[in-house]
């Protein structure tokens, strides 16, 4: 089975703090994601990554910043919490949708980390 | 951009019934990705179904099917013999043309699905 673990279910952290969220999985995607869904807005996409060292804006990544070391580990890092940051974030991972390594598109998601930033 | 509309926040129905959860969506592309995904109270979001906008024929996975209108950018999900299971978040998700770092999923607002025994 494809696995994608956040490394907390829940966070509570306070305001100023820097947080790192922890997103591995086990498939050997290229692909990496990070969402936050918020009520009434959907998921919404913070960053991505497509490979090693490699990472690209989402649509709302103002507050964040990633790193992708090691293929199989995407950290999500805010560098200074505010309260606006209260969320819950969802990490994915996916195959390529071409090139030699291309396969189907779903995406895996992990079981999201809920964060309160006091 | 690509934009995904969901206009039903929340949807109830009665165990054994048939309900189908509305999305529509823009774009200017002509191939292009479309999925349901489910979010149980677990949070655990798994993919109920996907459609290629290339095929004309609407996907089904046992009893979830899709109504997919391309012209009309309408794909909406059709739930039958709704089980207490089903019970969820609903969201619709496009995805650009197959290529190179296009893989990011743009989603609806969703739609809070509660089937009543």
């Known amino acids: 089975d494809v696995k994608v673990t956040q490394s907390s279910r829940y966070l509570v952290k306070r305001t100023g703090e820097k947080v790192f969220l922890e997103c591995v999985q086990d498939?050997?995607?290229?692909?990496m994601f990070w969402y936050r869904q918020d009520p009434g807005l959907g998921l919404r996409l913070i960053y991505f990554?497509?490979?090693?060292?490699?990472?690209e804006k989402g649509d709302i990544p103002e507050g964040y910043s990633v790193s992708r070391e090691k293929k199989e580990r995407f950290s999500l890092i805010l560098e200074s919490a505010s309260t606006n940051q209260t969320s819950m974030y969802l990490c994915?991972?996916?195959?390529?949708?071409?090139?030699?390594?291309?396969?189907?598109?779903?995406?895996?998601f992990g079981q999201g980390t809920r964060l309160t930033v006091v | 951009a690509q934009t995904v509309t969901q206009s039903q926040p929340e949807m109830s129905v009665q165990e054994a019934e048939t309900v189908t959860l509305s999305c529509t969506y823009d774009t200017s592309e002509n191939n292009y990705y479309l999925f349901w995904y489910k979010q149980p109270p677990s949070r655990q979001m798994i993919l109920v179904i996907r459609q290629e906008a290339y095929k004309q024929q609407n996907a089904t996975e046992n009893r979830f099917s899709v109504n997919f209108q391309k012209a009309a950018k309408s794909f909406s999900l059709k739930i039958s013999d709704s089980q207490l299971g089903d019970t969820a978040m609903y969201f619709c998700?496009?995805?650009?043309?197959?290529?190179?770092?296009?893989?990011?999923?743009?989603f609806g607002t969703g739609t809070r699905l509660t089937i009543i025994p």
């Open positions: 994915a991972s996916s195959f390529p949708s071409s090139g030699r390594r291309r396969r189907n598109t779903e995406a895996f």
């Open positions: 498939m050997d995607h290229e692909n």
């Open positions: 990554s497509y490979d090693v060292k490699m990472k």
């Open positions: 998700a496009f995805m650009n043309p197959p290529n190179f770092g296009n893989e990011k999923l743009t």
